[in-house]
């Protein structure tokens, strides 16, 4: 699992352009995914298209989902993350469709640190309230 993270780690700071001018790379990530149809990396949620790159690159286990609740169905369902491993929050409210994953790196009482794709617009650790998390994954490697 690590080796996601470290490729993602060498992408800290990527971050989307406003309006038609996107980055090639993330509009790369999209495509990689089988989501050619993306041209505008700052219309369209990129949190899992970075996650789904990352793991395909590495040949990991991966949602191939756009949307973030997808990785609840993949991997092994974890109660005590390490580090890389996979968390997905839940934003708006537990029971909306939306949510944002990234890959765990470490946690205090109130927030769970991880580094993800989107987060301010672009790869970076960011903090959240550790109340937001809906689960933890841990990815297997599969055969290609």
Same mark, same amino acid.
């Given at each position: +699992?690590?080796? *996601?993270?470290?490729? +993602? %780690?060498?992408?800290?700071?990527?971050?989307?352009?406003?309006?038609?001018?996107?980055?090639? =790379?993330?509009?790369? @990530? @999209?495509?990689?995914? $089988?989501?050619?149809?993306?041209?505008?990396?700052?219309?369209?949620?990129?949190?899992?298209?970075?996650?789904?790159? @990352?793991?395909?690159?590495?040949?990991?286990? /991966?949602? $191939?989902?756009?949307?973030?609740?997808?990785? %609840? =169905?993949?991997?092994?369902?974890? %109660?005590?993350?390490?580090?890389?491993? *996979?968390? #997905? @929050?839940?934003?708006?409210?537990?029971?909306?469709? =939306? $949510?944002?994953? !990234?890959?765990? *790196?470490?946690?205090?009482?109130?927030?769970?640190?991880? %580094? !993800?794709?989107?987060?301010?617009?672009?790869?970076?650790?960011?903090?959240?309230?550790?109340?937001? #998390?809906? $689960?933890? /994954?841990?990815?297997? =490697?599969?055969?290609?």
């Amino acid at each position: +699992m690590n080796e *996601i993270l470290r490729d +993602m %780690l060498s992408n800290y700071g990527l971050a989307e352009v406003d309006g038609p001018n996107s980055n090639p =790379k993330i509009i790369e @990530f @999209f495509r990689e995914i $089988g989501y050619d149809w993306v041209t505008d990396d700052s219309a369209t949620a990129w949190c899992s298209a970075v996650v789904n790159y @990352f793991a395909k690159k590495n040949g990991y286990e /991966r949602s $191939g989902k756009l949307d973030a609740r997808s990785w %609840l =169905k993949v991997g092994e369902r974890i %109660l005590e993350p390490e580090l890389g491993d *996979i968390v #997905v @929050f839940w934003r708006g409210s537990p029971d909306s469709w =939306k $949510g944002h994953v !990234g890959l765990f *790196i470490t946690q205090t009482t109130e927030f769970v640190y991880c %580094l !993800g794709g989107n987060q301010s617009n672009e790869i970076r650790i960011s903090a959240y309230r550790r109340d937001t #998390v809906l $689960g933890y /994954r841990r990815l297997k =490697k599969i055969e290609q």
